[in-house]
């Protein structure tokens, strides 16, 4: 899967650097270099690139706004010095596929990126992604962005619930841990950023749990992160897939959408 897939690693010339593209290539991947975000965006339009992995400074401007046009089926892991960084994307409303933090561990960050680009290979070769999911008796409906539990009553989740719950009940049995979980969050809900997956957590045990004390569906995994127990029902309904212009931006469908998967 990852020969010559085409990684794209936006960050200033460093020894870091220079180890994570000596790593990335070990594992077969095609990294390209970019020293600035003037230079990624070049490179963007220029090459088919699979993924960008960017070590940003989240008090720049022009990095979050580089950010913040990636198109949805581009990939995008951001490398960060510290934890509370995050804070700035989420503020901003700025979608991101997974964070790592210093220091960058070679194996992790490896890890990390091909867990993305199957994540999002999913996503696009999926042409009947379905537009409910169904466990134990509830329903999550993608569209309508509602939940309803077996009863057949609608339960209210915040922006950030739902895509936290989302992203659980589409990986049933997967131990995700705190990182990839803010990641399908980000932009959702601006919180302290060492809490905000376990306060969701817990708000959502206490909607979705017999007993939020002694939680079933949403199970802890010391060390690693949570665990989504539920089984999966049939899917009641499906879905194309099919991912948006961004028109906020202003570009449109332009030569830096044109990468990824879809």
Known sequence: MTQGTIVLLVAEPSPTRKRLSGVLSAAGYQTVPADTIAGAR???????????????????????????????????????????????????????????????????????????????????????????????????DRRAK????????????????????????????WVQSRDQLLGAIAGREAAPFDRTIDNLISRLRRKIEDDSASPQLIVTVPRFGYRFNAKRDRDRASATFAPPIDAASGHGRSAIQRGGYC
């Open 42 to 140: 070049s490179m963007l339009a220029a090459r088919r690139v699979a993924l960008v992995a960017a070590q940003l400074d989240p008090a720049s401007g022009s990095a979050l706004a580089f950010a913040r046009e990636m198109p949805p089926q581009m990939p995008l892991l951001v490398l960060l010095e510290r934890p509370e960084e995050m804070n700035c994307f989420l503020t901003a409303a700025i979608r991101v596929d997974d964070v790592i933090f210093a220091p960058f561990v070679d194996a992790e960050v490896t890890v990390r990126i091909t867990a993305a680009l199957v994540r999002r290979r999913a996503d696009c070769s999926s042409s009947a992604a379905p537009a409910t999911l169904a466990f134990s008796g509830w329903e999550l």
């Open 146 to 173: 509602s939940l309803t539990d077996p009863a057949g009553h609608n339960i209210h989740l915040t922006p950030a619930e739902f895509s936290l719950l989302e992203a659980l009940a589409r990986q049933p049995g």
